[in-house]
């Protein structure tokens, strides 16, 4: 939600993509921070995940301004639905961990590196695409699987933030705001999560994913919402 902000205050989408990463990172640090300490993280799953996500992460920083932005515009909506659609209608999810599908290693060959690269070049929703892997692919519990999705999630955003930084896109008297407010948020709600745990989490990921989603294509200049405008009309 914060990016598409940021483009509506006005930054052109680099330094809206960049500064934006200052606030994910405390955010995602703060959270991350808050689960080790409660032993939520098996460092060595998320571990090479983490480190994945973060080196792709870098990668993909680099494409910013390379990769064709239309197609993520129009590309993200539909994967954030399905996101949500995946979570309201899977079978009860549990705070207990389950049969992994792969292993870890293979995961962070995987799934963690295009999540990272992902978040590098845009980022809305890459919490999310990590949570179901987490979920599904490694059978970790909804608080765990929290737990490790924040440890990568602050990576991909360190990792990226580390370049747009190098690069002096970052707009950082805003920049700073927000990430006090993200850090305090982050505290509160990784508190609530391991408290409530699926109960808390399942429906709030189907919100998130279903707000970001509809903010994404409320755009006029989203390509799938044009697409769709032009076969109605």
């Known amino acids: 939600m914060t990016l598409p902000a940021l483009l509506l205050a006005g930054l052109d989408p680099v330094s809206a993509i960049a500064t934006n990463k200052l606030q994910s990172s405390a955010g995602s640090i703060s959270a991350t921070i808050a689960f080790a300490r409660r032993g939520l993280i098996r460092w060595r799953v998320a571990g090479p995940a983490a480190l994945a996500a973060g080196l792709a992460s870098v990668a993909g920083a680099l494409c910013v301004s390379l990769l064709p932005r239309a197609f993520l515009d129009g590309l993200v909506p539909l994967l954030l639905i399905g996101i949500a659609l995946y979570f309201a209608t899977a079978r009860r999810m549990s705070n207990d961990d389950a ?6 290693n293979l995961f962070a060959l995987t799934l963690a590196p295009a999540v990272g690269f992902y978040d590098g070049v845009f980022g809305p929703g890459a919490g999310s695409f990590y949570m179901i892997g987490f ?9 765990r699987a929290t737990a ?10 360190v990792g990226s933030l580390a370049l747009f930084t190098l690069q002096g896109v970052v707009i950082w008297p805003v920049g700073l705001a927000m990430a006090v407010g993200a850090f305090l948020g982050a505290q509160a709600g990784s508190a609530l999560a391991v408290r409530l745990g699926a109960r808390l989490i399942r429906p709030l990921l189907v919100v998130i994913a279903c707000a970001m989603a509809l903010r994404l294509l409320s755009n006029p200049t989203n390509p799938l919402r044009q697409a769709v405008i032009g076969i109605w009309s």
């Open 148 to 157: 490790h999705t924040k440890l990568s999630n602050a990576a991909s955003n």
């Open 135 to 143: 979920v599904t692919l490694l059978g970790l519990g909804v608080v």
């Open 99 to 104: 049969t992994a599908r792969i292993g870890p």
